[in-house]
């Protein structure tokens, strides 16, 4: 339900840019600001938490942030201008980013090795009905009901989650580790993300803004080479990270612009691009439902395998179909390829550093992220240059290879 909430807050937004935009009197490009906003955060703060987690509890960590993510979210409904909306978002997102990776490491204590896929398959489908639903409820509520309400609802709910996680909590032995130092990272990863944000803000002139994110970067940069150093010298964890990486960068580059295709090439308006799109979060709920017979058949690295074989061949389907009649049933096999490959690399990453988990899977997930963050912009330099289907194809091609080359190593490894 926590990670439900957080998905679920994450994507609200998206429908309701319009609306937002409308409301407070400024462009679509100026209300996007508090998309990134929460955006941000979410990721630059996955080094803060991994560490504490470990050190205090991940069920501990989750509970706390979930509620302060509440009070955030409540909040929302109440902005009186943009700023202080774009504000309380990367608030929430503070917040919003210990829930997935500590979940994640708890999992990893929890369950032995061998079921640990199955559980985390189980896990994603949270995550995959909260994307789908926050969508949707965005959409319903700009349209009938009104924005705001939208947020009242998440953070009533998001409290009362908060409030059962807290109660296991209290009653619950996690294994603690002293292996993991909070050091530097307790200041320089907020202080890091606060200088980011305000050279995104644009709050000063051009060039300071540009200065106080490239101080806030090297920030991230120190934390992230004085707290994790040890665990880049850990056995495979080099192939995992960069594995992980150049995921993000091929999905979530080639995802970013599925919806604008269906629009200039076939002509699908925006509302419908939307809803096929979605059909991604499905594709996941089937791979979520085979997950236990797949991993049992396929084992692990095959599965990883069979992961960057649907993700290429669908990414490369897409870029070459002659029709939008095809998409709804492509999409779908990217979301089983993307949650396939994707969970094999989480199971992977639970095991990098058993006595330090949460540290290890909130570098997993910082890596995600950065690969996230590029692949936009290195997919879109193809799109410019050689079109939707040149880029489609290079996303496809690349998963396919980059599936292929780290089963081979991870094999290797393993030898």
């Known amino acids: 339900m926590a990670a439900f909430m957080v998905q679920a807050d994450a994507r609200v ?54 509620a302060l993510f509440s009070f955030g979210t409540f909040a929302c409904a109440f902005v009186p201008t943009i700023a202080v909306f774009a504000l309380l978002r990367f608030l929430t997102g503070v917040a919003a980013a210990a829930v997935v990776p500590m979940s994640l ?18 896990f994603m489908s949270a995550l995959m009905i909260g994307q789908i639903i926050g969508s949707t409820l965005g959409g319903l509520f700009g349209e009938y009901i009104g924005w705001r309400y939208v947020f009242v609802v ?5 409290l009362a989650v908060s409030a059962l996680i807290a109660r296991d909590a209290r009653r619950l032995v996690e294994h603690r580790s002293t292996a993991s130092r909070l050091g530097p990272a307790l200041l320089t990863v907020p202080a890091g993300g606060l200088l980011v944000f305000a050279g995104l803000l644009g709050v000063a002139p051009a060039a300071w803004s540009a200065m106080l994110g490239a101080a806030g970067a ?50 699908v308006n925006y509302a419908y691009a939307g809803l096929m799109v979605a059909g991604f979060g499905c594709g996941g709920l089937i791979y979520s439902a085979s997950v236990k017979r797949l991993v049992t058949r396929a084992g692990e690295l095959g599965v990883l395998l069979v992961g960057g074989t649907l993700l290429g061949i669908a990414f490369v389907f897409i870029g070459v179909m002659p029709s939008w009649h095809w998409f709804v049933p492509a999409v779908i096999v990217l979301g089983m390829g993307y949650y396939t490959m994707h969970g094999t690399l989480q199971t992977r990453a639970t095991e990098l550093a058993p006595q330090m988990r949460g540290t290890a899977i909130s570098l997993f997930a910082f890596f995600f992220f950065v690969g996230q963050a590029l692949g936009p912009q290195l997919v ?36």
């Open 13 to 66: 937004i998206d429908p309701l840019l319009h609306v937002v935009a409308t409301e407070f009197h400024t462009t679509l490009p100026a209300a996007a600001l508090v998309i990134s906003a929460y955006a941000l955060p979410y990721g630059l703060f996955q080094l803060l938490y991994g560490p504490v987690g470990d050190r205090v509890g991940k069920v501990r960590v989750i509970a706390g942030c979930l």
């Open 105 to 122: 490491g708890h999992i990893g204590d929890t369950f032995p090795y061998h079921e640990r896929q199955i559980a985390l398959g189980r």
């Open 154 to 158: 998440f953070g009533i709910v998001s």
């Open 218 to 267: 090297a920030l991230l940069v120190y934390a992230l080479a004085s707290q994790y150093r040890s665990l880049f010298k850990r056995p495979t964890a080099p192939l995992v990270l960069v594995t992980v990486l150049l995921e993000g960068v091929f999905v979530f580059g080639g995802l970013a612009y599925l919806a604008s295709s269906l629009t200039d090439r076939f002509g």
């Open 380 to 415: 879109g330099l193809i799109l410019k240059s050689r079109g939707y289907g040149a880029a489609f194809i290079v996303a496809g091609v690349g998963l396919f290879t980059t599936a292929a080359v780290s089963r081979a190593l991870f094999q290797r490894a393993a030898a």
